[in-house]
Structures are given as C-alpha cells and as structure tokens.
C-alpha cells in the first residue's frame, strides 16, 4: 500500500478538523472567519430588563446561545438587581451597557457593537458604587474585551458619551449647593457625586451602619485620598449626631461640595488645606434618628422627636464613661489620667451600632482634631462635659488643656459672626459675654459624651458646636446659615496644623510607635503612631516637650511658637537605647479593643452575612445564593 496519499489525506482532514476555535464573543463581533451553516439573524427581543431595542442576536456576545439560557444566567440576574445593590445610583446607564452584551441590538441582521469608550466612561464614573459594597467591576463589562473602537464601527448604548469626553483635560464641573434638606439616599447620592467629580482628592466609604443598616457614609478629602500620609495630620467633622439636629448634615454636605468644587478651581486656600490635611467629614452619624424627625420636617419637631436612634439610645450618652475615671485617679501619682483604655464592662451594657462604628474608626485613623456639630444653641464647647464635682450640675471643669482648647473653641466662635457677637438679645446671648465659647460642665454636665472620650482615649482633641438655636431649621434657613459657617467650618480645619510634630526614632533610625510625648505643666499625653510620629496641638509660648518609651531613654526639648506662626513645628526626637538587644515594644494597653468590638458585632448576629463582620460571603451574595453553581465569583474582590 502507498502511504503518502493516505497520510496527506489524514493531515488534509485533520487541518480541517482542527482550526482555531472561535469565541462566541469574536465571532459575535465579526473577528473570526468561519464557515457558519446558517446565516446569523435578528430575533424579537423578550427580554424584560433588557428591552432596549426590539431586535437582538444570539449567541450574545458571551456566548450565550438563547433568551432561556440568559434568563437563567447571574449575569442578568446581576441586571435585574442593580437597582437594589447600589441605591439607584448609575443602575439605569449600567443596566443599558450591559445589555449590549447580554442583548446585542441587531439590525438588519447585522450586530451593532457597542463603543469601548462608552464602557470606559462609564467605568471612570461608577466603579466607586461597586467598591462601595465591596463588589468586583462585572466581568462582562470588560470594555477592552467586548466593546470595540469607532474604527470598527460601534454605538454608544448609554446614548451620553463622546469618544472626545475621554480625552484632553475635564472642564471644571459646576457644582451649585442646593439649599433644602436631604433625606438618606438624596444624602447618599450627593455625597457619591462628589466623590466621583473630585476622584483624585476625594473617596467615600462607609465605618459601619446603623441599627437599620444605614450606611454611616464619611467621605474624605486629601491629595492622596485612602492614605494615611507622613505629617499629613487627620481632621474629622461629625454632624447629626443626634437625629432632630439637622443643620450640621447640611453644613457637611455643602462642605464637602464646596472643597471639591473649590479645589478643582484653583482656590489656592483650599488647594492647600487638602494637600496638606487628610479631612474626614461625617455628615450624619444618626441616620435612622433623622429619618424619624424628617417626617414631622422643619418648623415642626419636637425638641426630642428623632433625638435617639432607633433603640432609643441618646449617642452623646452612649460613649465610655472615662471621665469619672479620670477624676478618680488624677491625684495619685503615676495614675494614668490619658489614653484610658475602656472597662470592658462597658461591652456589658446596650451600646448602639453607630457608637461601636465611631469607636473602632478612633482607633483605626490617628485623628489629630475634630469637632462634632449640633443644634439647639448657638456656642462652642469644650470638654470637660461631666462635672468635677457630681453634685453640681454646673462647675467648670477643665482638661489638663484648657488653654488649648479654649483656643480652639475661640477660633470657630470668632469665625462665626453672629456666635461671636456681643448683643444678648439673640440666639445663643447668654454666651456673649464668654466670646460665644463655654465649658461643657459649666454649662450643664452630662457623662457618656463623645468629646470627653475623644480626649481620654486617643490623640485626637475634639469640641462640640452648637449652630443654631433651631433644631431643624426651614429650607429658606439653610443659605444664610452656610454663610455663617463657612469661613468657620474653614478657618477650625486649618487649627490642626497648630503645634508642633515630628519623628520619634531609636539611635539605630528606627521608628517607635507608642512613645510618650510629655508637655510640662500638662499632665495630659500623646503616643506617637505607627509611622514613629507624632502631632502635638499647643498654644504659642515657650514649652518643655519630652518625648519617652520602654527602655530608651528621655530626651527633653525647649521649643517656642510665635502667635503668628504657620503650620506646625517641626520637632523630632532620638531616644537612645538602654540595652544593645532590647526590641523597640510599643505601649499598647488596650491594643485588643478592636478585636474585642468585633467580637461584640459578630455574637449580636446581625452581621453575620456581612463581609466586614463574617468570613464568608458579602451582604449583597444573598441576591444570588439560589443560583448553585452559577453563582457568580466573578463579583467578589480579590484582596
């Protein structure tokens, strides 16, 4: 027999047989050259959430052979559910683009590709929403994958783009402040924008939620926003906290626009107050409380209705009591009167989710100043909130930092033209004669309050402002209040870079976290932090500042701040080592608190399908925990 007819045979067969496959995708898009039995045509559109176009073809351009098999697939049914996951933000232009893959709009039985550059704008301005619930960009809206350049011919599917619009610098976008009240998901969106239109200095994210699972939305403004940075000190402005005092949401809303909208101008004050401050602007802590007192709405609330969140608990009373434990232990020498760790018997009582959320963000960022904005008075307050003495109801009662603080309050209450206004006859005129300014004992005490524990418990000293004798003043209100408080809001940020800061090292270059920065004549300490530094607020004058850790020894320094000087000075220390093989052991009393409060969100059960708090599946998979197999992967983040 001759073999080489019967091996040129087999090879013939075997090339025919073997070409290159075809990808549903390619061949969708007209990439591939093959051999089709039948002609590709346009069939009638049945598909409810993607009834776009009357005519589409299959397979789609993910391989999808019929309507059934995309009906039953998790990519639709991502589809079906965007409005749900992301709040209605972006859903309709998502849904549009994604169903020029899942439903390709035919014509004439021809495909009509949908343009790459529409899929790229609308990534650049909705991934955030994805990253905001923690969920992966969907695989099918991979824009170099399955959508093509104008070259190639295509269309745009969301019917807003240009190919232009991606190139070239963006105009400055022109954000005007809408003076109204906000409820959640207008707050939500808003504040999303924001952080979509200032993308390269601003990012939004979430510490947690609130008993009805309200996202506690804080979004943060620096030149390298999600990033701790080296002497870039951390400011933070919370608002709302109780639900009825509605003024400070809308104040950190407008702020919040106003720095973006700013900075993209050029504003060279607010260009340099966020590249050189890392801003954390919390616009509603109570969320829920807020809810409540909305439904009654301005010129009608109650003085308490929507005060509490919704199990009743007043979150400037729900903090750690450390206050009593300052006084009890500040005459024994030694004690510790700073940095107090929290009784662990305080985790035994009924602490609100939005309190626990605050704590663990306390301990997670190194916040330098703060001040937590209320209503129903016009002044500024400074700790010390409970009284000295506990029979009396009105007693000053200072901090270790009373000039500081004083200073700080001073500082926004100047600001503010009306708060430091000399007339009695006004709201908040009984403070007039104090500058508008006022000792939050002296004032009436309380225990349990968020500033106290700010002062106690961490770095970060923090006052509580008072804007307004209404609690929930009208929408015609809202205007000249900003005017108010702009300059205010601006001119109490720029306070953190007051003092001095520096680098705690050992002999060998090494940072040391934890170490002691001590000012003589105030019994009152910071810890330097991860990075060795560290941010010391002081009022100007001569000073004696010692810096000390475990098994190194104290170097003491003689510092002066002129009144007029700008930005913090610049103080480092290097502690030399008392043993050669001794480790650099940070002080880290209380270091397990984290743990501890997670631990607390996990046994109340109503995390355990959240990401945060659970080792398995985010919230939002429960949208997909019927599908078995099919459940989609491809939509969880890869750490």
Known sequence: MNLVPFVLHVLFVTIVHCAPR?????????????????TAQCVNNYLNYCATYPNVLFPNLIGQLSRAEVETSAEYALISVLDNLLNGECTFDLKLLGCSILAPRCENNVLLKPCRYSCEALKRDCQHAFEMIKMAWPYFLDCDRFFVSEEEGCYDPVGKYSDTGLTGDLDVPDITLDFRHHDYMEMTKLLKQTA????????????????????????????????????????????????????????????AQYLC???????????????????????????????????????????TTGRTNIQSLDLNRNFPDLTTQFYRERRRRGSRVDHIP???????????????????????IPFVLSASIHGGDLVASYPFDLSRIPTE???????????????????????????????????????????????????????????????????????????????????DDLQPAWQQNKEALLTYME??????????????????????????GIRHDIFSVANGEYWRLLPSGTHYVSAFALGHTRVTKKIYLPVKM??????????????????????????????????????????EDEDEYSQEKPWWWSFFANMGHSSPDWLLKTM
């Open 495 to 520: 306070m953190v870079h007051r003092g001095i800061k520096g680098l705690v090292l050992d002999d060998r270059g090494r940072k040391i976290k934890g170490a002691q920065i001590k000012v003589r």
């Open 196 to 255: 979509s239109l200032c993308a390269d200095i601003s990012v939004l994210y979430s510490i947690g939620r609130s008993f009805e699972g309200k996202e506690l939305y804080v979004i943060e403004f620096s030149n390298n926003p999600g990033q701790h940075e080296m002497f870039e000190p951390e400011f933070k402005y919370i608002a709302n906290m109780h639900g009825n005092e509605a003024l400070g949401r809308e104040m950190l809303i407008y702020l």
């Open 566 to 607: 700008e930005g913090a000075g610049r103080v480092d220390f290097i502690l030399r080592r008392l043993q050669p093989d001794i480790e650099t052991e940070p002080l880290e009393e209380g270091m397990d608190e984290i743990d501890l409060i997670e631990y607390h969100e996990r046994t109340e059960g109503r995390y």
């Open 261 to 303: 909208s700013e900075y993209l101008s050029g504003n060279q004050r607010v260009q340099t107050l966020i590249n050189n401050t890392r801003i954390h602007l919390l616009p509603s802590m109570n969320p829920d409380g807020y809810e409540i007192a909305s439904e009654e709405g301005p010129g009608y609330n109650g003085w």
């Open 342 to 364: 929290i009784p662990r018997s305080y985790w035994n009582g009924k602490v609100a989710p939005e309190t626990r959320a605050v704590i663990k963000w306390l301990k997670k």
């Open 22 to 38: 075809c990808e549903p995708a390619d061949q969708a898009l007209g990439r591939c050259q093959t051999q089709s039995a039948e």
């Open 393 to 475: 109801d009105k007693y000053f009662s200072p901090t270790p930092d009373e000039q500081m603080f004083r200073l700080l309050a001073k500082t926004y209450a100047d600001a503010h033209p009306v708060m430091s206004d000399t007339l009695k006859e006004r709201c908040g005129g009984r403070f007039a004669e104090d500058g508008g300014i006022i000792n939050g004992a002296q004032w009436y005490s309380f225990a349990g309050g968020m500033q106290d524990f700010n002062y106690l418990h961490t770095n970060c000293f923090e006052i509580t402002l008072e804007l307004g004798c209404d609690k929930y003043p009208g929408d």
